[in-house]
């Protein structure tokens, strides 16, 4: 690709004749690398997605819903807590880990009681890991309940 140049002074009307060739291939290197980096960022972002729904209190103008028995799951450090209604039962830890297969079949047995309800709402202390808020999440999931909501358990005992 050739450039040519006007000189501009002095009243002379000459051109000079610059060959300059521009380097487009490093270029269009980087926007090749950019576009195939953003292409595979955007797949890894669906990956992992978990589907949890935040439900809180509603509009003060609503009229209120007739009360539903509350299902939930208290996840803390001593355990776990089943909550139906105004009823707890303890889920306690075997062994310094949490008993899943022991949430998971009173869950079941929850699920068997109220087999119209597919919400539960899975209330946590901060300190819980996320890992085990899933493994709950999970045997909620299995034991019939697909609609999870995940609750601050602040101010919450046991």
């Known amino acids: ?25 490093p270029y269009i290197d980087l926007l090749t690398c950019m576009v195939a980096f953003l292409l595979i ?23 209120p819903v007739p009360p539903q028995t509350k299902l939930a ?3 803390h450090r001593d355990g776990f ?3 139906v209604g105004e009823d707890q039962r303890p889920v306690p830890q075997q062994r310094d ?7 998971g079949s ?8 109220h087999p119209d309800k597919t919400d539960l709402q899975v209330l946590s202390e901060d300190a819980i890991k996320f890992g085990t808020l899933v493994k709950t999440m999970d045997a909620a999931m299995a034991s019939g309940f697909p609609d ?3 609750i601050d358990a602040a101010g919450t005992t046991p």
């Open 97 to 103: 880990e949490y008993d899943f297969t022991a949430l």
């Open 148 to 150: 999870i909501s995940l």
């Open 41 to 63: 960022t955007a797949v890894w972002t669906q990956l992992a997605r978990l589907k949890v729904q935040q439900r809180g209190q509603g509009e003060a103008g609503i009229d």
């Open 1 to 25: 690709m050739a450039v040519s140049i006007e000189g501009g002074g002095g009243g002379r009307s000459r051109r000079k004749d610059v060959n300059a060739d521009l380097l487009l291939v």
């Open 81 to 83: 807590a089943v909550i």
């Open 106 to 113: 009173e869950l079941k047995r929850v699920k068997d009681a």
């Open 73 to 75: 799951v208290l996840v």
